[in-house]
């Protein structure tokens, strides 16, 4: 997903200037600068405790597969459907956890010719087995749901369904759930960290005038031509994050092209409405781009076997598993913004670059709690600036990455809170993006970087992790300890501070503001000539052979710098 456009740029200066008075106030009455790191437990609802974390009745069983059946009724705004859920018993069990948010409602539940009993809790239905299903076998039920979803108010940072019509009057509908989550309108298992490792099928059924386009491949059409419906199978043959799984139905066209990847010939299908087809052709050129830039960085595209897609849609867009949804009005920058405010935010496809890099950090990588958001969010931020890099040089690149910290407010820290479907802050995007950035800086080898970036992609290939797989991967492969620098920059709001006095011949520097062990090495330049100085919690002074008449801080790490006397 894309930081919500309008927000980030009024709010990140309301929360400046709400932070430069109570900068001011404390000031003036010379208090102490506190940075508060809040607690964010309070007032967990047993709603969200159901939906956030793997309870038992998540526990015992892991997805193998799914088969998504569903019809979009548009006259009456309804769904109608079955989800058939092949799962392996990792325990012995005989209550499983299915969710789905009302007012969709479960109608029946079968298992082989049984049908199985359940109960409503609000999000959550319990589904109760005959007997209890043994220790390490596969089976499957199926589950028939239908209603009214809810209807998407804000896509796609409110998801639900967005039942609207195209420019020209024609129906086009999206689905959308990250965060609120799939169960907004389909039966599943609603949590990161299990995904099925067989992948889905999934199959709408739309009156026969209209397309529906889903994730993965198109494997056939079937055309009831009595009830003058078409029903469009889809396939994915790789595990699928639940956000990751949509639809969108249209007048849609497809366009086909070809990539000549890292994997060999990669297959892309542009999937667009017929008087979009011409600005498509010329704006998804960029798609080459964003595939040439991220295989050199993070590695091979990880879905071949799916193929790549750009569908549009009328949100602004989303990183749906190789079905990548688009509604950027076929320009360059974000919304017609530059997220950097430094020119060259408009060098490129903002919706095309951030959504796809996904595809390697999201959808090949997945968090496995929504408290780790930053994984995803993070990463994507901080490819925008690679994709830069790669095309344009490191100078556009830093003056990108470096713009964007006018995003940051610091309000609350980048992780969420754990076992709860809670987000952290909106600084995961800009400040998750600085700190891989100044982490890279720390490193200070652009190979061993890349080689880093590669081997995540690699090594948690299809897989669900945690923010500490991610750390000590990154620390073991870089030979630093950086445990530190992540704790202050995801687990904090504070910006370290460098607090600096020159004298003579003399700089004496200390950091203020950061977590205890905090001692990030610098590049600083002193009379215009590097020198990497690595300052901590002790006020340290360097002797420098000349007369000291400038020292300035490497831009690229992200901190704060404050000359004092
Ligand atoms: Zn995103």
Redesign the pocket.
């Known amino acids: 997903?894309?930081?919500t456009a309008f927000n980030q740029e009024t709010d990140s200066r309301t929360g400046d200037m709400r932070k430069l008075k109570i900068i001011a106030l404390a000031l003036l009455l010379q208090l102490p600068i506190a940075v508060h790191v809040f607690a964010q437990t309070d007032n967990v609802t047993p709603q969200e405790r159901l939906r956030g974390s793997v309870t038992p009745e998540r526990e015992w069983w892991d997805l193998l597969h799914y088969n998504l059946q569903v019809e979009f009724i548009l006259e009456r705004r309804r769904l109608r459907g079955s989800n058939t859920i092949t799962f392996r018993t990792l325990k012995p069990g005989n209550k499983m956890q299915i969710d789905l948010q009302p007012p969709l409602a479960i109608t029946k539940v079968t298992h082989g010719d049984a049908e199985l009993r359940f109960e409503r809790d609000g999000n959550v239905y319990w589904v109760m087995f005959e007997k209890e299903v043994p220790q390490g076998v596969e089976d499957k039920i199926e589950v028939f749901y239908e209603g009214i979803p809810t209807a998407s108010k804000n896509p796609p940072w409110e998801g639900g369904i967005t039942w609207g019509r195209d420019d020209l009057g024609d129906p086009f509908i999206n689905t959308t759930c990250e965060g609120i989550g799939a169960s907004i309108w389909w039966p599943n298992k609603d949590h990161g960290a299990d995904e099925p490792d067989r992948g889905m099928q999934i199959s709408v059924t739309v009156p026969e005038n209209l397309v529906a386009v889903s994730n993965g491949r198109l494997k056939k059409t079937d055309h009831d031509v009595a009830a003058k419906k078409n029903t469009y199978h889809w396939e994915v043959v790789n595990p699928i994050n639940n956000y990751g799984v949509n639809v969108n139905i249209g007048n849609y066209i497809n366009l086909s092209d070809k990539y000549q990847g890292k994997n060999g010939v990669l297959d892309i299908e542009y999937w667009v409405l017929p008087h979009q087809k011409e600005a498509a052709m010329k704006q998804f050129k960029e798609v080459h781009r964003m595939l040439e830039a991220f295989e050199y960085w993070f590695g091979k595209y990880p879905f071949y076997e799916d193929g790549y897609k750009l569908v549009t849609v009328s949100y602004p867009g989303?990183?749906h598993q190789s079905s990548v949804t688009y509604g950027n009005w076929f320009r360059n920058g974000y919304l017609q913004r530059d997220p950097c405010a430094c020119g060259v935010g408009f060098k490129f496809d903002f919706i095309i670059v951030?959504?796809s890099?996904?595809e390697w950090f999201?959808n090949n990588i997945s968090m496995k709690d929504a408290a780790d958001m930053w994984i995803?969010?993070g990463f994507?931020?901080y490819a925008e600036n690679l994709f830069v890099e790669y095309h344009f040089g490191k100078n556009d690149a830093e003056d990108y990455v470096v713009g964007t910290r006018r995003s940051i407010r610091n309000d609350r820290p980048i992780i969420g809170t754990y076992g709860t479907n809670r987000e952290g802050s909106g600084d995961m995007?800009p400040k998750g993006g600085n700190m891989l950035h100044t982490i890279r800086q720390i490193i200070n080898d652009d190979e061993k970087w890349r080689s880093i970036l590669r081997g995540l992609n690699a090594d948690f290939r299809h897989q669900t992790v945690t923010t500490e797989q991610i750390e000590s991967y990154i620390t073991k492969k870089a030979g630093i300890d950086l445990s530190k620098i992540f704790d202050q920059y995801l687990r904090t709001t504070k910006i370290p501070v460098l607090k600096y006095t020159v004298s003579g011949k003399t700089v004496s520097f200390v950091y203020e503001r950061v977590v205890p062990g905090f001692a990030m090495p610098l590049r600083v330049m002193i009379n215009g000539k590097e020198t990497v100085i690595t300052p901590n919690e002790s006020k340290q002074t360097l002797d420098y052979p000349e007369e000291i008449k400038s020292f300035e801080v490497n831009r690229n790490f992200y901190i704060q710098s404050e000359k004092t006397n």
Request: proline share 0%; no cysteine; hydrophobic share 40%.
């Open positions: 997903m894309a930081l989303m990183e951030h959504e890099a996904h999201g995803h969010e994507a931020n995007y």
